[in-house]
């Protein structure tokens, strides 16, 4: 990632257990339940080492995806933090930088990425 900071404006800001987790929303194709997605979705909670068990799963137009436990909107503008050198694999590569919203950080994540990390058949390579 380039330094300096950049801005992001449509987030979907997710939780997964209780960490958190946030997607740019023009990478979010649709939205699906767990019982009407018809493919296989890994979940933002094993990438933390909590148990599974989202409630929205978040598609990419690509196909990949990832489970969430909870979501909502977030319009506003703000600026992206940089990821620090030392975290630019983390997660297959996926982290994008940090935003800062509701007095935390909050990991901006590229869905496409994140999604092919937590794949089953991923994990089965890994």
């Given at each position: 990632?380039?330094?300096?900071?950049?801005?992001?404006?449509?987030?979907?800001?997710?939780?997964?257990?209780?960490?958190?987790?946030?997607?740019?929303?023009?990478?979010?194709?649709?939205?699906?339940?767990?019982?009407?997605?018809?493919?296989?979705?890994?979940?933002?909670?094993?990438?933390?080492?909590a148990a599974t068990g989202a409630e929205r799963i978040l598609v990419a137009a690509s196909g990949e995806a990832v489970g969430v436990d909870a979501l909502e909107i977030d319009s506003e503008p703000h600026t992206v933090l940089p990821a620090p050198t030392v975290l630019e694999r983390v997660a297959g590569g996926s982290l994008r930088g940090f935003v800062q919203l509701r007095g935390g950080l909050w990991p901006l994540m590229s869905l496409v990425e994140f999604g092919r990390f937590l794949a089953p058949g991923a994990r089965e390579a890994a």
């Open positions: 990632m380039a330094t300096g900071s950049r801005s992001i404006t449509g987030m979907l800001l997710c939780r997964a257990g209780h960490q958190r987790v946030a997607f740019s929303a023009h990478e979010v194709a649709t939205i699906e339940s767990p019982g009407t997605f018809g493919g296989l979705a890994g979940s933002a909670c094993q990438a933390f080492g």
